[in-house]
């Protein structure tokens, strides 16, 4: 196969689509044990899953809007095994956005600041801030289905 055969199959695959089961097979086994408990609590609480080519999104959906509220990255992705919170979505699509992504905050002592929200590294996180973060995104997902 030519060089440009062999480029163009790599934007294909990167532009694919993931699913669960790919996804889970580019994780460590500590994160994939992480990433299934979010991923069960999604379930647990009606979130929109939505696949990307490196990641996964977690989604509340209210009055037609999806609100993006956590983003979770596999290996493939540059950010290696990383989850964020990305606020946007939250600010420009509900009334009270800025009082609820203010709900993040309280994470920042485990979180790092980037610019639309907040990176978690989770091969560092422990079990009290794995609960906490579980809070504030129920908290979230309270204020954002309440929001009228």
Do not use: P
């Amino acid at each position: 196969m030519g060089q440009a055969a062999e480029a163009q199959m790599r934007k294909f695959v990167s532009n694919q689509k993931l699913d669960e089961t790919t996804f889970f097979e580019h994780l460590d086994e500590d994160e994939a044990v992480f990433y299934r408990k979010i991923l069960d609590y999604a379930q647990d609480n009606q979130l929109l899953i939505k696949w990307g080519s490196k990641s996964f999104s977690l989604n509340v959906v209210n009055d037609g809007n999806n609100m993006n509220i956590l983003r979770g990255f596999c290996n493939l992705s540059a950010y290696g095994q990383t989850l964020f919170v990305t606020v946007g979505s939250i600010k420009s699509k509900v009334h009270n956005g800025e009082l609820i992504v203010n709900e993040y905050s309280i994470l920042k002592d485990f979180a790092t600041k980037i610019s639309d929200g907040y990176g978690f590294n989770i091969k560092e996180m422990d079990d009290e801030q794995t609960d906490r973060l579980y809070e504030v995104l129920s908290r979230v997902i309270e204020s954002i289905e309440s929001d009228v």
